[in-house]
């Protein structure tokens, strides 16, 4: 390392990108930033300073000791950054854009309605809607003599928007209003993602009227929540109502433990909002690149299909079922190693800290970069290769903690976490049952695409073979 690319911060040598290295790397991190940011930690080492775009000074961190520190030892002393808190301009204030004490007070309101409980009840919800979104493609390749070509990302997109639509409105939900939502929330989060990108494109955007174009989208999507909510309302207030068990009604029947009162509907609102578009992206990546890897390690969908058939004989999975199906979810848990759908989460200092003896500065922006952390030799065998038995108990080298962290640490770790196992599992599950997965031929090989979640550069084909012609 040049000396001069070295930093004194306290008593550690943190080794700093000059700023000029990073506005010339800046080119080729804005198009393609893992291989970027791969090279650059391992010449320099696990923590480094950079420039962000060449401008906004960042710590760069692939260390489980540091991104434990800052998401769980001392995770008061960080909040999400002004990347994270701009979203909040279209989607408002609920529990992933939100912050401090208002944040916690919500969270710990929230959390208790995502018991494991509540996770069960949902599952024959997911089975459904799985089962619904599937069988045109059953019929489509008994049609065409038993299989049938699909674009991955488009159908496991529409499928766990569906799953997560309905898990938190239940009733009253039109396809039309369902199709609409999805458009919605896709449009405001490609035209944010841009803006964040390409902030130069900025004043451009505001001449062209797109900032007030997606504000207006924005409204739109929380007209459109809004009726929904509205209308439960109105359905539970008729007499002898029975409301339905899903997370709507849950964010509507919590109270405050301090004052006893319900959320007022605004919030209900930010808080609904937040699920659908937390709720679906994620689990929609790593459902793509998971049906990915198995198209290519076939031997790995046969170990899955092989326990599911001993286990269920034929018959659909019940959440109690889920525990001895373990083959199904370390696919899943690998897959999330290979490809986390959050790759890079971002925290900013509130107060000056300290980490074994590196000095960090109030203000001082953090990278935590989970990609880099899942494929570190130092804590991975082999950590290119496809090998879901890493996550089957009892291995020699057990997964170390923070090393693997698809759904953060911390008091901020995904509130959705056991509700995306479950879906993962149980659609990886149904997939298999009814389909043998081809990669078909000719195709380049599926490329990241890291924007806020790591998803498939365009999107890839698949083909399905019925493996039983009457299924
Ligand atoms: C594979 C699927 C998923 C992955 C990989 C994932 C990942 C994550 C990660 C890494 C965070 C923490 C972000 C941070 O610390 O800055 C997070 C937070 C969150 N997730 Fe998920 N998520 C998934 C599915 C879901 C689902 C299905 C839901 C809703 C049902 C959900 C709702 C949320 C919410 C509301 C937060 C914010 C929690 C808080 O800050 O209190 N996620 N997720």
Redesign the pocket.
């Given at each position: 390392m040049e000396a001069s690319e070295k930093a004194t911060a306290g008593a550690f040598q943190l080794p700093r990108v000059p700023r000029w290295r990073s506005l010339l790397r800046s080119f080729a991190l804005a198009k393609d930033p893992l291989p970027v940011l791969d090279a650059t930690l391992a010449h320099f080492g696990d923590t480094v300073q950079l420039y962000i775009g060449g401008v906004e000074k960042s710590i760069l961190t692939r260390d489980p000791g540091l991104t434990q520190h800052i998401?769980q030892k001392n995770n008061r002393n960080y909040a999400?950054s002004k990347f994270t808190q701009g979203f909040s301009r279209y989607i408002g204030h609920?529990?992933?854009t939100n912050d401090g004490p208002d944040?916690l007070r919500q969270?710990r309101l929230i959390q208790p309605g995502f018991h494991r409980q509540r996770v069960a009840g949902l599952t024959g919800l997911m089975q459904e809607i799985t089962a619904e979104t599937l069988a045109p493609l059953v019929a489509r390749a008994r049609q065409a003599g038993g299989a049938t070509a699909v674009e991955v990302h488009e159908l496991m997109t529409r499928l766990t928007f569906r799953i997560?639509a309905r898990s938190v409105f239940s009733t009253n939900f039109p396809e039309a209003e369902l199709d609409r939502l999805a458009r919605l929330i896709t449009e405001i989060q490609a035209f944010f993602v841009r803006t964040i990108r390409q902030p130069y494109l900025n004043p451009w955007f505001r001449l062209r009227g797109r900032f007030r174009y997606h504000d207006a989208l924005a409204a739109e999507l929380r007209a459109l929540l809004g009726r929904l909510i509205a209308e439960r309302q109105q359905a539970n207030a008729q007499p002898g109502a029975t409301p339905p068990d899903d997370l709507l009604q849950m964010l509507l029947d919590v109270r405050y433990e301090d004052t006893g009162e319900p959320m007022t509907p605004d919030r209900v609102l930010d808080e609904a909002l937040?699920?659908l578009v937390?709720?679906h992206e994620?689990?929609a990546n790593?459902l793509t690149w998971l049906t990915y890897l198995l198209a290519h390690h076939p031997a790995e969908a046969v170990a899955i299909r092989a326990q599911a058939d001993a286990v269920l004989a034929g018959r659909a999975p019940a959440f109690d079922d889920l525990p001895r199906l373990g083959q199904a979810l370390w696919a899943v848990q690998e897959t999330?190693r290979h490809y986390p759908?959050?790759w890079m989460?971002d925290r900013v200092a509130l107060a000056d800290d300290e980490y074994q003896g590196l000095r960090i500065p109030k203000g001082t922006l953090f990278s935590l970069y989970f990609h880099g952390l899942h494929h570190d030799a130092k804590y991975w065998d082999a950590p290119e290769e496809f090998r879901p038995r890493r996550f089957a108990p009892g291995q020699a080298r057990p997964v170390q903690p923070f090393a693997y962290v698809?759904?953060?640490g911390g008091p901020?770790l995904?509130?959705?976490m056991q509700?995306?196992l479950t879906?993962?599992q149980l659609v990886t599950l149904e997939l298999l049952r009814l389909f043998e997965i081809e990669w078909v031929a000719g195709q380049p090989p599926a490329t990241m695409q890291p924007l806020v979640t790591l998803r498939p550069k365009g999107d890839f084909q698949v083909r399905l073979r019925l493996r039983h012609l009457s299924s």
């Open positions: 998401l999400k609920g529990l992933l944040w969270r997560i937040i699920l937390a709720g994620t689990s790593a999330m759908p959050a989460v698809p759904f953060g901020r995904c509130i959705g509700f995306a879906e993962m």
